[in-house]
């Protein structure tokens, strides 16, 4: 990742976006060429000179202390993840990222959360890696979300089935909200790490077949979901909405586990509990099915 590039297209792109009226500045005459505030405009408001917010805006964010970038957050207007993934590029500007992108290990689930998820049997959870592969879930948690669970084969990855699998455009009502949210927890990471070999070799597989990742990547938006809501369209129990909570594996870093409910007393409550009868169906004993045929066979 090109860290002065990066810098620079967040930096325009966040400045674009407020106006002189929402930053609370008289506006400088003249006319304005763009949306949102000058350069001059922002300097005012960080407390520097143009000259220096130039330089900075440029992608030269070495040597920029944290009050200036503190400072500058306040100006923009950024949120919490919008203020960290600006001191990550402050950080990959100051120290310089390693000569090559390097691999790093991918989580595994360890055998007590693989028991806690099955102990976890009334609530759909998984476990998936900071990329979105599932590597640990419980049986009610498969059958929410089926795509991702192919028969006989290993788990997909959630951001590849996002972008690259037409079912789920279908699976998900709201599907260009989820993922473009996906695309902003990637940029985060991307801001964090931009030597993790993995994430920047799935970002170049999707920006080549995916326009609408390639757009949305180049709009620099970052966003962090730790919970929220889904609306999902299931192919056994029909539409549901879940609300959702991501929460860290402290003892596995790099994976996080994501739980899902639904309100009490709703249609959605009802889905989620015929879905729940519909796995604890026993299967079919095969030895009486063979035994049945060969009778009717006779």
Not at 59 to 82: K, P, Q
Request: glycine share 6%; hydrophobic share 40%.
């Amino acid at each position: 990742m090109d860290t002065p590039h990066e810098v620079q297209q967040f930096l325009t792109a966040l400045r674009g976006r407020i106006s002189p009226e929402q930053a609370g500045i008289t506006a400088f005459s003249g006319e304005r060429r763009v949306p949102g505030l000058r350069r001059e405009e922002v300097a005012q408001l960080a407390g520097v000179s143009t000259a220096y917010y130039t330089r900075m805006e440029r992608g030269d964010l070495s040597g920029v202390s944290e009050s200036v970038l503190n400072a500058l957050a306040r100006a923009l207007h950024l949120t919490d993840a919008e203020s960290t993934h600006l001191l990550d590029l402050a950080r990959t500007a100051t120290t310089g990222p390693p000569r090559a992108p390097r691999a790093k290990a991918e989580p595994r689930a360890t055998a007590r959360l693989t028991q806690l998820l099955d102990t976890m049997a009334d609530v759909p959870a998984l476990a998936m890696t900071r990329l979105g592969t599932p590597v640990a879930s419980n049986a009610l948690g498969r059958a929410l979300f089926p795509d991702l669970f192919p028969d006989g084969a290993a788990p997909l990855n959630n951001v590849r089935y996002l972008f690259r699998d037409p079912r789920s455009q279908l699976f998900y009502p709201d599907w260009e909200d989820i993922a473009r949210e996906t695309v902003s927890a990637l940029r985060l990471l991307a801001g964090h790490d931009p030597s993790d070999r993995a994430l920047m070799a799935l970002v170049g597989e999707l920006s080549t077949h995916s326009a609408d990742f390639r757009t949305w990547w180049g709009g620099h938006t970052v966003r962090t979901h730790t919970n929220g809501t889904k609306r999902i369209n299931h192919p056994i129990v029909g539409e549901m909405t879940l609300s959702y909570d991501n929460l860290a594996v402290l003892s596995i870093p790099g994976l996080a586990l994501t739980t899902y409910l639904t309100a009490p007393a709703t249609p959605s409550a009802d889905a989620l509990n015929l879905l729940r009868s519909w796995i604890a169906r026993p299967a079919p004993d095969s030895s009486a099915t063979n035994a049945a045929g060969r009778t009717g066979n006779a």
